[in-house]
């Protein structure tokens, strides 16, 4: 379908506006309904309020024409109860009136009057304003299906994401146990980020964790993100794995902003070897991760790297860099979407209060529940904000 004929899907249906008048002098109704009858439009004639909510609740009107002074309902009586009820409120609604004072105007318009004519009606200005409220009726009706086609749009790109955070959430490993233990937690926002993450044996000796992450929001961002988990679980780089900075070096030839509609990803990539006890990481832009031994008399460690995100300059430069890794220590590794969380006063939280609370925490690393109770703590700190971002961690204790 094109742009014009889904424009034209949701313009209102082409039929003779329907014109109700409400007045208890019949002569005067007889005389307006000849004027319109003459122009094309269905006319349709009651001599009460009671009468008028009835005729229209059996065929809603475009424009109402509506005598100011009637006996029971009075033409104020009558603008109120159709602008109450959802099913008439759209119909535009005339007031015909001899007052010409300012605060009777203000009367009407106060009681739900979208216009106004002064009586005795010249023929002129009585169609001129019918026209007018007939443009302005079928105008809202264009709005109207407009809105409920942009639900019916939005309630479809929500079923895709939705749809494609589940594909996302299959690709991502599970609860691992053994020399190295480790557990994660994805949670995708809701316009779909671009987090991936992996952790898995190269060999007996080498344990691969790494977490990546696109610009933006959305399918464009998952994509590349996906594309990267692909190319490293395959191993199909032409580089060794085991070398973080030359996995970086390749990622980032691969995927240059300008060939992916401007998208890039932030990325931390290590890898333990269990028969040194030794962590090498390079990372690409991304927020340091977190090696926390055992004992507790020793420091903690934020490991952050040299490098800029992958596909921001053909020419970046990555450095790995090797840490020693004590008995039991714990690696954590993150997102910025777990800590980019906006606050109620308008500010944005921020990685140095993120790594307070973690290191305020530390003995929840150590402990089985610990990662979720850690996560469940940052919502005080940001007012129990929504996350507009995914965040991904990934916690492993290398015994």
């Not at 094109?2 to 949701?10: A, N």
């Not at 790109?157 to 609860?175: F, H, I, M, N, W």
């Not at 690409?284 to 926390?292: E, N, V």
């Amino acid at each position: 379908m094109t742009p014009s004929d889904q424009l034209s899907s949701l313009e209102p249906a082409c039929e003779p506006a329907t014109i109700l008048l409400v007045d208890d002098d019949r002569i005067h109704s007889r005389v307006l309904a000849i004027r319109l009858r003459t122009q094309g439009y269905r006319i349709l004639s009651v001599d009460s309020g009671e009468r008028a909510l009835e005729q229209a609740r059996l065929c809603p009107p475009t424009v109402i024409l509506c005598d100011w002074l009637m006996e029971a309902m009075n033409g104020l009586d009558v603008c109120r109860a159709f602008k109450a009820d959802p099913a008439l409120k759209a119909s535009h609604f005339i007031l015909l009136t001899s007052r010409s004072r300012v605060d009777d105007r203000v009367t009407g318009l106060d009681s739900g009057a979208d216009d106004f004519l002064s009586k005795p009606v010249d023929p002129g200005e009585l169609l001129a304003r019918v026209r007018s409220g007939i443009r302005l009726h079928q105008a809202n009706q264009r709005l109207k299906l407009l809105a409920e086609d942009v639900q019916r749009q939005k309630r479809r790109l929500d079923e895709e994401l939705a749809e494609a955070a589940s594909y996302v959430r299959s690709l991502l490993p599970g609860q691992i146990r053994g020399p190295v233990s480790v557990e994660s937690r994805f949670l995708p926002s809701h316009e779909l980020g671009g987090d991936s993450y992996d952790y898995f044996w190269l060999d007996e000796d080498h344990f691969v964790v790494y977490l990546a992450d696109a610009s933006g929001h959305g399918l464009a961002a998952a994509f590349p993100s996906i594309s990267v988990h692909n190319q490293l679980r395959s191993r199909t780089l032409p580089v060794d794995p085991r070398d973080p900075a030359k996995v970086l070096t390749a990622l980032n030839a691969a995927f240059q902003m300008d060939q992916h509609q401007g998208r890039y990803l932030t990325m931390w990539y290590g890898v333990f070897r269990l028969s040194t006890r030794t962590l090498r990481f390079a990372s690409a832009g991304h927020p340091p991760a977190l090696l926390c031994p055992a004992d507790w008399s020793l420091p903690m460690h934020w490991l952050r790297g040299q490098g800029t995100g992958l596909g921001l300059f053909e020419e970046a430069m990555y450095v790995s860099d090797t840490v020693a890794v004590g008995q039991g220590s714990c690696l954590l590794v993150f997102s910025d979407g777990v800590y980019e969380v906006p606050r109620t006063a308008g500010l944005m939280g921020s990685l140095p209060e993120f790594m307070r609370l973690v290191e305020e925490n530390r003995a929840l690393l150590l402990s089985d529940s610990g990662l979720d109770v850690l996560l469940n703590r940052i919502a005080p700190t940001t007012g129990d904000a929504l996350f507009i971002d995914d965040y991904s961690v990934i916690k492993a204790i290398l015994t």
